[in-house]
């Protein structure tokens, strides 16, 4: 009995070691936040990033749940399956509008889609995210990151359009 107490007490010794080399090694991820762009200024913004990023979408080519921005002159690559490659301007402007028309009140406080800032493990961005939900998962895939697609049933699944739809 004395035995298995001392193993005990020397694991739970380095217990706090572990967990502090845990939060310090476990802090190194890719992250989607926030950014600044307002949505009103949305056409303003694929003007810009038209030439300079690889512009996909996830979810339905109509209005999508996702339009991703991959900048170009950066070594990493966002890739991931479900993603397909946006063919002109015009159909991008014409799925932001459709992406707005339709979940114009949907979304984490009711915000509607928006544009995300995608962080590397250094915190450079390496893209931008234009979605009703604010988070997707993002794995690291060597020096690379995949992005799970964004679809309408995850949107409905995350989005909390507020008292909409309440029943009995």
């Not at 090694?25 to 600044?36: E, F, Q, S, W």
């Not at 699944?157 to 507020?162: I, Q, S, V």
Request: net charge positive; with cysteine.
């Amino acid at each position: 009995m004395k035995k298995y107490l001392r193993f005990f007490m020397h694991s739970f010794r380095s217990l706090p070691l572990w967990i502090i080399l845990s939060l310090i090694l476990g802090c190194a991820y890719a992250k989607i936040r926030p950014g600044t762009v307002d949505t009103g200024r949305i056409h303003e913004f694929i003007d810009q990033q038209y030439t300079s990023s690889d512009i996909s979408y996830s979810g339905d080519r109509s209005i999508p749940g996702a339009v991703r921005f991959d900048i170009k002159d950066d070594d990493i690559a966002l890739t991931g399956t479900g993603w397909y490659p946006v063919k002109s301007k015009e159909h991008l402007h014409e799925m932001i509008d459709g992406m707005i028309r339709k979940y114009g009140y949907w979304g984490t406080d009711a915000q509607g889609p928006r544009i995300s800032v995608i962080l590397d493990r250094k915190d450079n961005k390496i893209g931008y995210l234009f979605s009703p939900v604010d988070y997707t998962t993002i794995r690291s895939e060597g020096a690379n990151y995949e992005l799970s697609p964004v679809t309408d049933l995850d949107i409905r699944e995350r989005a909390r359009p507020g008292l909409r739809g309440a029943g009995p």
